[in-house]
């Protein structure tokens, strides 16, 4: 079975990237682990406040819209973001391909 795998880059707000480390593999991961994502990886960049990180899942592309939006419509989704205010100044987020 293929997967798919987008890449997210937030450029984080410096004075909260403490916080946001805290609080992205306390609730963040766990939570989108039962909607069948996997976290393939994540970096950060201190010196710049930019965190990098791929989330993969089973199946197409289709297939991962699929599951990302039933977890952005979801009500664990609203429970994880509950009383978050914008760690981040940009997103860039896209589906991408192993090259190596």
Not at 10 to 33: D, G, I, Q, T
Request: cysteine-free; proline content about 5%; overall charge negative.
């Amino acid at each position: 079975m293929p997967r798919t795998v987008q890449l997210r880059r937030y450029n984080l707000k410096p004075h909260l990237v403490e916080e946001f480390l805290v609080w992205w593999p306390s609730l963040l991961v766990p939570a989108r682990a039962t909607f069948g994502f996997t976290v393939e990886s994540a970096y950060l960049n201190r010196q710049t406040a930019e965190f990098t990180w791929a989330v993969s899942a089973e199946g197409d592309a289709a297939e991962f819209r699929r599951l990302e939006q039933a977890w952005m419509d979801s009500p664990e989704r609203t429970v994880v973001f509950d009383g978050v205010d914008g760690w981040n100044d940009s997103t860039v987020i896209a589906l991408v391909e192993r090259i190596v």
